[in-house]
């Protein structure tokens, strides 16, 4: 079975803070994929980033970073000096290597206070 | 600016209406995803349609019908709704087949049943 889990409901932070938002999964597939979805108030989900079970590199884009680590099942997502702009709801998501199924977690929803 | 356009942005509609969410993809994907979303909640899958062929049914009431008239349209269409059904109603495409391609979202349709 799969699983998707983002144990933190809220998170409030002041404008320039960084904030780790935690997003933990399970799967007995060998082969699967692991995505972050960024949700403003608007509506619309907007992809971030892929990451491949096979592929433990981290990744940093601009303020935005990644740590995956298998050993503990777990694809964390910090934003270094957060902004305003940064408030939204955030998911953590997981698919297997076949079917168009995607397993979301409950998400994220983050606050920046100016 | 997204790829996958939705329309209406807004829909407030009677229970005894009959009305319809339209979705169009620029991208060449031949996968396409109709996803209902409840306040603070994650996406919750309702169809998929693979090559213009509906491949996932989530048990879906039949009050929503979706259609494929091509590679790059899907609809939604709404019948006898119940205040229940008011959501976000979000389009998506990818790639066909496997877990490994990206969903991309629309924007989304707010509905609301009265």
Redesign the interface.
């Known amino acids: 079975a799969q699983k998707v889990t983002q144990a933190q409901t809220e998170i409030s932070v002041v404008e320039k803070e960084d904030v780790t938002l935690d997003c933990v999964y399970e799967t007995r597939d060998t082969t ?2 692991l ?1 972050w ?1 960024k949700q403003p108030p ?6 971030l980033i ?1 990451r ?1 079970s096979f592929d433990e590199q981290n990744e940093i884009s601009g303020r935005y970073s990644w740590n995956f680590q298998k050993s503990t099942s777990s694809f964390n997502f910090t934003i270094t000096a957060s902004q305003v702009v940064d408030s939204a709801v955030y ?1 953590c998501a997981l ?8 397993y ?4 994220t ?1 983050l606050t920046v206070i100016p | 600016d ?1 790829e996958v356009t939705q329309t209406p942005k807004h829909l407030v509609m009677g229970m005894t209406n009959k009305k319809s969410l339209k979705c169009e993809q620029h991208m060449g994907h031949r ?1 396409m ?1 109709w996803y209902k979303q409840k306040a ?4 919750e ?1 309702m169809f ?1 349609y ?1 090559y213009e062929k509906l ?2 049914n989530e048990s879906v009431p039949s009050r929503f019908s979706p259609e494929c008239p091509n590679s790059s349209l899907l609809n939604l269409h709404l019948h006898a709704l119940q205040p229940e059904d008011s959501a ?1 109603y ?1 389009c ?1 495409s ?1 790639q066909a ?4 391609n ?7 349709s ?1 509905l609301t049943v009265v």
């Open positions: 699967y994929y995505f979805y608007s509506g619309e989900l907007v992809f892929r491949n998911f698919s297997a290597n076949t079917g168009n199924q995607f979301f977690g409950t998400g929803s | 997204t996968a995803y603070k909640k994650p996406p899958l998929v693979s491949s996932i976000l979000l998506a990818s087949g496997e877990g490994r990206t969903i991309y979202f629309g924007e989304g707010w």
